[in-house]
């Protein structure tokens, strides 16, 4: 019970207590037809009920007041939970913002990369410098840099032409032997036999941006395989590398 609990029952104990002393000492003693004890009888419990129900009204009002700031604490601790989750969910869009551009960086230091390879090997050894460009491109077309792309599919281009004009040289040269071959031409159409073209030009196939280069990459593509069946024929009559 709380101190006002205790206030009112008091109260209506003492009130109880005094109507019982009155009535003894004061009226007439106890008979049934004796009217002014039954009526001060009435009136003091009268009084008691009166203060029982206003304690009630009270209690019943504080009821409600404690309700509503139950509900006022339950609201604020609601919109902090809202805000807090708001706040975790902001940090993770930084978390993966970070994560992104992170990714976006080193996706661009391979791509510059691989073009260096690409650019490095041209007269070296020029179908790992296609196998350079080529996985170059899907890098390229992530990032969406149209002109960039078109770039590296011309210098693929660029080098298997370069190629289809050493194997020219080798059959116009009817070399017979190894041993006729230069060692620079046999160099430069050596094929790395850890280069996996085929995955390269998959991959370029699920780029989103795939639809800028379709029909210029199909004849790319078939470009390459066109030289890679050349230089096999070609050796085929030569030498094995």
């Known amino acids: 019970m709380t101190r006002e609990n205790y206030t009112v029952t008091g109260a209506a104990l003492v009130i109880s207590l005094a109507a019982l002393f009155i009535s003894l000492k004061f009226t007439q003693p106890m008979t049934v037809d004796s009217i002014s004890y039954m009526e001060v009888i009435a009136g003091f419990m009268g009084v008691s009920s009166a203060f029982i129900v206003g304690w009630?009204?009270?209690?019943?009002?504080?009821?409600?007041?404690?309700?509503?700031?139950?509900?006022?604490?339950?609201?604020d601790l609601k919109n902090e939970i809202i805000k807090l989750n708001n706040l975790i969910v902001d940090q993770k869009k930084t978390i993966e913002d970070i994560e992104k551009e992170k990714e976006k960086i080193e996706n661009k230091m391979l791509l510059n990369l691989l073009v260096s390879q690409g650019l490095a090997f041209t007269n070296i050894q020029l179908f790992h410098s296609a196998s350079s460009y080529i996985r170059a491109l899907k890098l390229s077309l992530d990032s969406?840099?149209?002109?960039?792309?078109?770039?590296?599919?011309?210098?693929?281009?660029?080098?298997?032409?370069?190629?289809?004009?050493?194997?020219?040289?080798?059959?116009?040269?009817?070399?017979?032997?190894?041993?006729?071959l230069p060692k620079d031409i046999k160099t430069k159409i050596v094929i790395d036999a850890d280069e996996n073209i085929e995955e390269s030009f998959a991959k370029i196939e699920t780029s989103k941006n795939f639809e800028w280069i379709k029909s210029d990459f199909e004849s790319l593509k078939a470009n390459y395989y066109a030289t890679l069946e050349r230089r096999k024929n070609i050796l085929d009559q030569v030498i094995e590398i």
């Open 56 to 75: 009630q009204i009270l209690s019943s009002m504080q009821v409600r007041d404690e309700q509503r700031r139950i509900e006022s604490v339950s609201s």
């Open 144 to 180: 969406y840099n149209a002109e960039y792309t078109r770039k590296i599919m011309n210098n693929t281009k660029i080098v298997l032409s370069n190629i289809n004009e050493i194997i020219d040289d080798i059959e116009s040269r009817n070399f017979k032997s190894e041993n006729e």
